[in-house]
């Protein structure tokens, strides 16, 4: 039984699920309470759901040994576009929502063939899809905003309240509930972690990682698409600066979530704790009336601190292995050879 709460204790879920109950009693008793008000829960899930995703998708990204520096851009141009299409083009709102999420998975997919096709580092490769994809969002939309009253049938997905919360945030748990499940049952999804933790191995079982990592960019542009969605959903209109602050969100959520930089993990359930951290974070901010560059400053740090955390577990195992491995026979001495001329020199 000792043993057994032992490992629960050092269990990164476990330790995430701490914070965030000790972040909400101190939240609680700073703010009197009202922090558990039904408007502030109402609006922390709110906010939530975002984060959620976009952390799915750069989880999705480093499963493969990957990274996507274009979250934030994919997901920005795909709403600003649809939003577009649907004001000024007459195109019905559902199909523009469905064309957001369209305009990510083509984003992401586009991705992964570079990366492929020209064998250059998805890092960089999503360095430029960032820069490009930025500034077509800034070519479409200008300066103006786009209200939501233009699509008031996805509008009305982000009002809605089941259950007190909003269906948003609800939608973020359905999609990590399924991400879950596919990582542990489907066969796709078990190759992409395969090519990620050790492309050689998967190449000798008949994996492609090709394939996996067309899959992985593919399936993080889709999430980045929904984030879109959601965004639209949620917020009272479009506008070029959607995205420009998802970048360290998306990499925080999965990175103190538990996910390796090395690829092949992922870590769903954390990855949707570590996002209700950093919402903490951010709540904390406006609780105590800190500069938003704090936020920035505090996640950046703990991301940091994670990584090197991170390191010098991977290479503690590696060194013991080192250590316990028997020397090398040393060679034979002139007298061995002596006795024994048939022994190596």
């Given amino acids: 039984m000792s043993a057994r709460l032992a490992r629960l204790a050092r269990d990164q879920n476990t330790i995430l699920a701490a914070v965030i109950v000790a972040g909400v009693i101190v939240l609680t008793i700073s703010s009197s309470g009202g922090f558990l008000s039904p408007i502030s829960i109402e609006t922390f899930f709110q906010f939530l759901a975002i984060p959620i995703v976009i952390g799915l998708a750069q989880m999705a ?14 997901g920005g141009f795909a709403a600003c576009s649809a939003a577009v299409l649907i004001a000024d083009f007459g195109v019905p709102p559902w199909l523009g929502g469905i064309i957001a999420i369209l305009i990510g998975l083509a984003a992401g997919v586009l991705n992964g063939l570079i990366v492929v096709l020209t064998q250059i580092n998805g890092f960089i490769v999503t360095l430029a899809t960032m820069t490009i994809l930025s500034g077509a969002q800034y070519a479409i939309v200008g300066t103006r905003t786009i209200t939501s009253a233009n699509w008031p049938e996805i509008a009305a997905i982000g009002t809605a309240r089941p259950l007190g919360i909003p269906l948003i945030f609800w939608i973020a748990v359905g999609i990590a509930i399924l991400l879950s499940v596919a990582y542990r049952q489907t066969l796709f999804a078990r190759n992409m972690l395969a090519s990620g933790g050790n492309p050689l ?3 000798l079982s008949g994996i492609s990682n090709n394939r996996s990592l067309v899959t992985a960019h593919g399936l993080s542009g889709l999430l ?8 639209l959903a949620s917020l009272p209109g479009a506008n070029k600066s959607i995205g420009e602050d998802w970048l360290l969100s998306s990499f925080a959520a999965p990175i103190i979530g538990g996910v390796s930089l090395t690829g092949g993990t992922v870590a769903v359930l954390g990855t949707v704790l570590a996002a209700t951290i950093v919402r903490l974070v951010d709540s904390a901010r406006a609780q105590f009336q800190l500069e938003p560059s704090w936020v920035n400053f505090v996640i950046g740090a703990v991301v940091l601190g994670t990584v090197a955390l991170d390191r010098v577990r991977t290479r503690r195992p590696a060194t013991r292995q080192r ?3 028997p020397p090398p026979d040393a060679p034979p001495t002139a007298a061995a050879r002596a006795i024994d001329p048939g022994a190596p020199a």
């Fill in 61 to 74: 990204a480093l499963a493969v040994n990957q990274m996507n520096l274009a979250v934030g851009a994919i």
């Fill in 201 to 203: 191995a998967a190449t």
């Fill in 224 to 231: 980045c698409g929904v984030a879109a969605f959601l965004v």
């Fill in 323 to 325: 250590s316990r491995r």
